[in-house]
C-alpha cells in the first residue's frame, strides 16, 4: 500500500479562506488509498456513504498522441471498440448488462489518455469490476472486422455531428494542425480524419490492445458507497492474475523540446464555415500540466475572460460593443498546453479591428500586473470552482485518476489549489511575458461561407 | 476530448432478456464411466473470473422532502439541508416562463430574467459581476417554458453577502437603458446564429409546428428575430412588476443551512420587497389540442450539410397528469438510454448515427414527445423509417419483461443520481416549485414511477409513443433529402419551413 489513509469527515475536508483579507484557507483532501497489484495496476478506494452510489474510473495512458503514423483517431476509436464484446460478455453485453442493473457508462479520450466510468447504486459494484477485467483481460484478441467496421460508421459520424455540422467545429479540427508542427505527437485532432479511420484494420486494433491495455498501464478507481476490504479483495480476484508485459513506454515527444514553444512565426489561416458571425482564434503553447507558470494562466484565462467583469468582456462586449462573445482558457496537456482566445465579433465589425482590441488587452497582461482586487477575485472564482467539482462520486474518480496519471500520486488536490493560491500579480504578468508572444502564435480565423477574403 | 457517446444526444434502451443469457466459459461435465482408462484429460482451467456477479437490488431511496415555511413578506421557503459540505446552492422560482409571452412578444419572459443581473441595488452590470465573482459565488436568471428563476451558488462562509447580492437582482433590478441597448443587440445576434444551427433549428420549427407558433408553447424560450425586435424596456419592466413579486417566489435553498440561518438571512435581505395589490397575472393556456397533432413532414434546408437533423414529435402528457411520470419510465426503452431500441437500432446496428434519442417533455399545460437523431445524410430516408417504425412497435406492442426491469433500475438510479449535487438539486425543486407542485412530489413520483407495472408502461407507450400523427422535422440538404423521404411509405408530403419555424414556398 502506497498512499496514505485520511479521517473521514464528510466526503472532503475543506473550509476555504474565501474572503478578502481572511486568514489563509485549511487543507482540502480527497480520502483516498493506494494499492499496488502484483502485475503493476494501480488501485485507488475513496469512501463516501452519503449516497448510495458507487462510481468506477479505469484510465489507460494512452491517447492521440500515441497513435502511429496513418492512424490518426485511432485511440477514440479504439476506445469505442473497448464495449464491441468478449465471449463472456458478448457485444453489446457491457452496456446491457450495466443498464439492466441500474448503471451507466460512458468514457472519453484525450491527447493524453483514455478515460472509462461507470456509474451506479452500490449494489451492482462487482459487476462494473467483473466487467471492466473482462474486457481487459480478453478484447484484443477476439475483435473482427465486423465490429471494428460498426464502430468504424459511429465515430465518423460522431466526427461530422461535434464538427463538420457544427457551427465552428471545425476548428478543433485545424488548430492543433497549425499550432505543432508536423511530426509533434499533439499535431492531429484527437477524433483523426475520415481517411485514417477509414484505413484501420484489425491488426492495428490487436496490436494497439497487447501493446497499451495493460494492467501495468491502468488505475482504476472506486469511489462511493463500498466496503473497501470487500473490495480490494474482488479487485485482486479479477484483476491481479491478468498477465502484463510491463508499462509500456511513453513515446513522449521526440525531438521537441520541453519548456520552449516550438512556433517562431505568427501562423495565419481562414476557414470558412456555415456560420453567421465570423470569429477570431488565437492560440499559443504553454507549460504543461502542473508546470510553472501553468497556473497562472488559468488564473490568467479567468481574468481576460471569466465573466462580465473580466478584461476582454468589458472591454471588446461592454465598452467597445465590437464583440459578441469572448473566451480564454489554458488546456492543459501532459506534454505541453495551449492557451486558446476566441472571440466572436457583431456583424459588420472587421476582423482586423477585433484583433487589434484582443492584442491590446494582451499587451496590457505582458507589461503590468493585475489588480490586487483582480488577483482576489479570480483565484475565489477558480478555488470554488475546484471545491464543487469535488461534489459527485463520478468526478471525483475521474480527477482522482488524473492525478495519478498527470503526477504519479491521486494525492495531489491540496498541492494543486495551492498552486492558485500562492500566483502573484506578477507571476501572471511574467508568463504572459514569457508565453502569449505577439511574434509567435497562431491565428485562425473562420467567416461566414463566400466570405474569405 | 471525444467520447463515446454524447450524453443529451442519446438516448438509449434495451435488448432483449434471451440476448442478455450471455455467454460464460463452462467446463465440460465429468464423463460417466468411462469404457477404458484414458489418459486424464488436463482439467480445464478454472475461469479467474468466475461467472457473471449477481447483482442485488438497489437499495430503496425515497427523495428527501424539503421543509416548507413562509417569510414575512410571503415568500415560500422550501429548505433542503445538507451539511456534509460547506456550500450551499439557492434557487428564486417563479411561475411564469416562455408559456406566458403575449402573443407576438415571443422572449419576453426571458429577456426580463436576462435584464436582472445587468445592474441591480446599488451597483451597475460590471459592478455586480465583480461583486459576485469577489465571493467566489456563481449567480445566473434566466427563464423557462414555465417559469423564470434566479439561481446562486456560494461556499457557506459567503453565503450572507451574497444573499443581499441575490436579493438585489431579485428585488432592485435597475433596467438601465443604456445596458438594455447591448443586452437586445447581443440578443439579436444569437437569434441570427441560432439560424445556423442544425439541432436549435430543429427544435425551434418542430415547437412551432407541433404547438402552433401563436400558442404558449409554440415560441422558443427566447423568441425569435421577429419578436425581438418588437420587445422594448418599457415591456421589459411591466412584464417584471406584474410577475415578479414575492408571493409568487418559492427560494429553494439546498445545503450547509439551517432553518435559522436561513429565516434571518431572508428577513433582513428580501424584507423590502412587497406584493403589489394586483392579483398575479394568469397563467396562459394553450389551444385546447396542439394545432400539429396531425402527421405532417417538414423540411428545412441546409444545403451541403453531411448530417440531417431528424426531430419527430408529437403531443405529450402535461406534468401533473399522473401519466407524466409514467412516461418518463417508459422512455428510457424507447430512445432514454444507451441500450434503447432507437440508439441500438440507429447507432449499433446500422452506423447511421453517433446517436439515436427519444424524450419527454412535460410542461404545465401541454408535453411534447420528441424523438431525435443526427444522421449521415445518404441514410436519412432509412434512418427516418426505422425511427417511426420503432416508435410503432413500440407503442403497439408493449415493453418486454426486460424493458420493464431496465426501465425500473434506471429510473431508480436516476432519482439518486439527481440529488447528487447541491445546485442540481436546488434546480429539480425549483422548478418543481414553479409549476405548482408539492414539495413532496419528487417522492411521490419516485414511488409511482418504481412502482408502475407492464400493463401501466404498456398502456402509456400505446397512448404516447405512437408516431400516427407525429411531426417530422428534418433540417439538412433539402436536394439530397427530398428524394430519399419520398421513398418512405407513409410520410405526407413536405412542406418546407425556415430556420424560426415559417412556413415558405420550396426553393
Known amino acids: ?453 | 476530448m471525444t467520447f463515446k457517446y454524447v450524453k443529451h444526444a442519446l438516448l438509449l434502451a434495451t435488448v432483449l432478456a434471451a440476448a442478455c443469457g450471455g455467454e460464460t466459459v463452462e467446463t465440460k461435465p465429468p464423463a460417466v464411466a468411462p469404457p477404458k482408462p484414458v489418459p486424464a484429460a488436463p482439467a480445464a482451467e478454472a475461469d479467474p473470473l468466475g461467472p457473471r456477479p449477481n447483482v442485488d437490488p438497489p437499495p430503496p431511496f425515497t427523495p428527501p422532502a424539503p421543509a416548507v415555511f413562509r417569510t414575512a413578506n410571503g415568500m415560500t421557503v422550501w429548505l433542503l439541508e445538507r451539511h456534509a459540505l460547506p456550500m450551499v446552492a439557492i434557487d428564486v422560482a417563479l411561475p411564469i416562463g416562455s408559456a406566458s409571452d403575449p402573443a407576438g412578444e415571443g422572449g419576453l419572459a426571458w429577456a426580463t430574467a436576462n435584464m436582472l443581473d445587468e445592474g441591480a441595488g446599488s451597483r451597475g452590470a460590471l459592478e455586480l459581476a465583480r461583486a459576485v465573482d469577489q465571493l467566489g459565488a456563481s449567480l445566473s436568471a434566466t427563464a423557462g417554458t414555465d417559469r423564470s428563476g434566479v439561481s446562486l451558488f456560494v461556499l457557506k462562509r459567503n453565503l450572507a453577502p451574497a444573499f443581499d447580492l441575490l436579493a438585489d437582482v431579485v428585488t432592485r433590478p435597475r433596467f438601465d437603458a443604456t445596458e438594455w441597448k447591448r443586452v437586445h443587440e447581443l440578443w439579436t445576434n444569437d437569434l441570427k446564429s441560432r439560424t445556423r444551427d442544425p439541432r436549435a433549428v430543429a427544435s425551434v420549427v418542430a415547437s412551432a409546428a407541433l404547438h402552433g407558433a401563436d400558442q404558449p408553447y409554440g415560441h422558443p424560450v427566447s423568441g425569435t428575430l421577429a419578436s425581438a425586435a418588437k420587445i422594448d424596456l418599457a415591456r421589459v419592466k411591466r412584464f417584471y412588476q406584474a410577475n415578479w413579486r414575492p408571493d409568487q417566489a418559492t427560494i429553494v435553498a439546498v445545503g450547509d443551512v439551517t432553518r435559522a440561518e436561513l429565516t434571518a438571512a431572508l428577513d433582513k435581505a428580501f424584507a423590502g420587497w412587497k406584493a403589489p395589490a394586483a392579483a398575479p397575472a394568469a397563467k396562459a393556456a394553450p389551444a385546447a389540442e396542439p394545432k400539429g397533432a396531425r402527421s405532417r413532414l417538414i423540411v428545412v434546408d441546409r444545403a451541403d450539410a453531411p448530417q440531417s437533423q431528424i426531430t419527430i414529435v408529437r403531443p405529450g402528457p402535461t406534468v401533473s397528469e399522473p401519466d407524466a411520470v409514467l412516461a418518463d419510465r417508459a422512455n428510457i426503452a424507447l430512445g432514454g438510454s444507451f441500450t434503447s431500441r432507437l440508439n441500438l437500432d440507429l447507432r449499433e446496428e446500422h452506423g447511421w448515427t453517433y446517436g439515436a434519442g427519444s424524450r419527454v417533455s412535460a410542461m404545465r399545460q401541454a408535453g411534447t414527445i420528441g424523438l431525435s437523431s443526427a444522421v449521415h445524410t445518404e441514410n436519412t430516408g432509412d434512418a427516418v423509417k426505422a425511427m417511426l417504425n420503432d416508435a410503432e412497435v413500440y407503442a403497439t406492442k408493449g415493453l418486454t419483461p426486460a424493458e420493464v426491469d431496465l426501465t425500473r433500475m434506471m429510473a431508480r438510479v436516476d432519482v439518486v443520481q439527481a440529488y447528487e449535487h447541491v445546485s442540481s438539486t436546488a434546480t429539480l425543486l425549483g422548478n418543481d416549485a414553479a409549476l405548482g407542485l408539492p414539495a413532496t412530489y419528487e417522492a411521490e413520483a419516485a414511488l409511482r414511477r418504481d412502482s408502475a407495472t407492464k400493463a401501466d408502461l404498456d398502456r402509456v407507450a400505446q397512448r404516447y409513443f405512437h408516431p400516427k400523427d407525429a411531426i417530422v422535422v428534418i433540417v439538412g440538404p433539402q436536394a439530397k433529402v427530398l428524394p430519399q423521404l419520398a421513398q418512405v411509405e407513409g410520410l405526407p408530403k413536405p412542406e418546407f419551413f425556415d430556420a424560426e419555424g415559417n412556413p415558405r414556398a420550396a426553393k
Do not use: C
Not at chain 1, 449494489?123 to 477485467?133: G, M, Q, R, V
Not at chain 1, 520552449?260 to 470569429?279: C, G, I, N, Q, Y
Not at chain 1, 477575485?377 to 492525478?403: C, H, P, W
Open chain 1, 1 to 453: 500500500m502506497l498512499g496514505k489513509r485520511f479521517a473521514l469527515q464528510g466526503v472532503l475536508v475543506a473550509a476555504l479562506g474565501l474572503v478578502t483579507g481572511t486568514a489563509a484557507a485549511d487543507g482540502i483532501s480527497i480520502p483516498h488509498a493506494v494499492h499496488k497489484l502484483k502485475n503493476g495496476m494501480t488501485v485507488i478506494l475513496s469512501e463516501d456513504h452519503s449516497l448510495p452510489l458507487v462510481a468506477v474510473n479505469v484510465s489507460y495512458n494512452v491517447g492521440s498522441r500515441f497513435e502511429a503514423p496513418k492512424r490518426t483517431g485511432f485511440a477514440h476509436l479504439f476506445e469505442h471498440l473497448m464495449f464491441m464484446g468478449t465471449k463472456r460478455a458478448p457485444t453489446g453485453a457491457f452496456d446491457q448488462w450495466m443498464e439492466s442493473t441500474g448503471g451507466s457508462n460512458n468514457a472519453w479520450t484525450s491527447e493524453d489518455r483514455t478515460d472509462y466510468f461507470d456509474v451506479g447504486p452500490k449494489t451492482i459494484l462487482p459487476l462494473l469490476l467483473w466487467l471492466e477485467a473482462d474486457r481487459l483481460r480478453d478484447l484484443g484478441p477476439l475483435m473482427t472486422k465486423k465490429k471494428v467496421d460498426a464502430q468504424r460508421e459511429v465515430v465518423r459520424n460522431e466526427r461530422r455531428q461535434t464538427g463538420e455540422n457544427t457551427p465552428y467545429g471545425k476548428v478543433e479540427f485545424r488548430l492543433p494542425e497549425l499550432l505543432y508542427p508536423e511530426g509533434h505527437p499533439y499535431h492531429h485532432p484527437v477524433i483523426g480524419s475520415h481517411e485514417d479511420l477509414e484505413a484501420a484494420t484489425v491488426e492495428d486494433v490487436k496490436e494497439f490492445f497487447a501493446t497499451w491495455y495493460d494492467p501495468a498501464n491502468a488505475s482504476l478507481v472506486v469511489a462511493g458507497d463500498f466496503g473497501p476490504a470487500e473490495t480490494l479483495d474482488r479487485i485482486k480476484t479479477y484483476f491481479e492474475s491478468i498477465p502484463s508485459r510491463g508499462a509500456p513506454k511513453d513515446p513522449k515527444s521526440p525531438g521537441f523540446p520541453e519548456g520552449a514553444s516550438s512556433l517562431k512565426t505568427v501562423v495565419r489561416e481562414t476557414l470558412e464555415d456555415e456560420v453567421e458571425l465570423p470569429k477570431v482564434i488565437m492560440a499559443w503553447q504553454t507549460p504543461k500540466h502542473f508546470a510553472p507558470g501553468d497556473g497562472e494562466l488559468d488564473l490568467l484565462g479567468n481574468v481576460l475572460a471569466g465573466g462580465k467583469a473580466s478584461r476582454l468582456y468589458k472591454a471588446l462586449v461592454y465598452e467597445q460593443k465590437i464583440a459578441q462573445s469572448v473566451e480564454a482558457v489554458q488546456q492543459s496537456g501532459t506534454l505541453g498546453s495551449r492557451f486558446v482566445v476566441g472571440v466572436l465579433a457583431r456583424p459588420g465589425v472587421p476582423l482586423e479591428r477585433i484583433e487589434k482590441a484582443i492584442d491590446a488587452e494582451l499587451q496590457r497582461a505582458r507589461t503590468k500586473p493585475v489588480s490586487a482586487e483582480e488577483l482576489t477575485r479570480v483565484k475565489n472564482v477558480v478555488e470554488t470552482d475546484f471545491v464543487a467539482r469535488l461534489e459527485g462520486v463520478q468526478q471525483r474518480a475521474s480527477i482522482l485518476n488524473m492525478y495519478q496519471a498527470e503526477v504519479g500520486t491521486p494525492d495531489y488536490a491540496e498541492r494543486d489549489l495551492e498552486r492558485y493560491r500562492k500566483a502573484t500579480a506578477d507571476g501572471i504578468r511574467a508568463v504572459a511575458e514569457q508565453w502569449l508572444r505577439p511574434d509567435a502564435r497562431v491565428i485562425l480565423r473562420v467567416v461566414p461561407k463566400g466570405k474569405k477574403p
